[in-house]
């Protein structure tokens, strides 16, 4: 039905970048918001960055200003530039998206109904 495929995780050196994404088939953009979340071993899963229909992104303070959260509707494709990456930033990424998301709610992964398999990002001191 509806399927998310992450990819372009890595391994890379702290100060590093990566671009991850997220191809999306089975369903358009309209009416749906798109989230980046990230899960590291033994801790709970957490909103990275998220995007809605009007363009609107909000980002958790730790990435902010070395994260950006981007779509392309023509590709049915979701990005995640990151930059300046930490060792702290090393977790399973893992796109999300769900129709009618609330603003307030935007951070919680019950929010959202499709999920991606998740790619690996390891940064390296």
């Known amino acids: 039905q509806v399927q998310l495929v992450e990819s372009g995780g890595g391994s890379v050196q702290a100060g590093g970048s990566l671009r991850l994404s997220c191809a999306a088939s089975?369903?358009?953009?309209?009416?749906?918001?798109m989230a980046w979340f990230r899960q590291a071993p033994g801790k709970a899963r957490e909103g990275v960055a998220t995007?809605?229909?009007?363009?609107?992104?909000t980002y958790r303070d730790s990435v902010k200003g070395r994260f950006t959260i981007s779509k392309d509707n023509a590709k049915n494709t979701l990005y995640l530039q990151m930059n300046s990456l930490k060792p702290e930033d090393t977790a399973m990424y893992y796109c999300?998206?769900?129709?009618?998301?609330?603003?307030?709610?935007?951070?919680?992964?019950?929010?959202?109904?499709?999920w991606g398999q998740g790619t690996q990002v390891t940064v390296s001191s």
């Open positions: 089975g369903y358009t953009y309209t009416n749906y918001a």
């Open positions: 995007i809605h229909v009007d363009g609107s992104t």
């Open positions: 999300a998206a769900g129709p009618n998301v609330q603003w307030v709610l935007r951070f919680w992964p019950n929010e959202y109904t499709y």
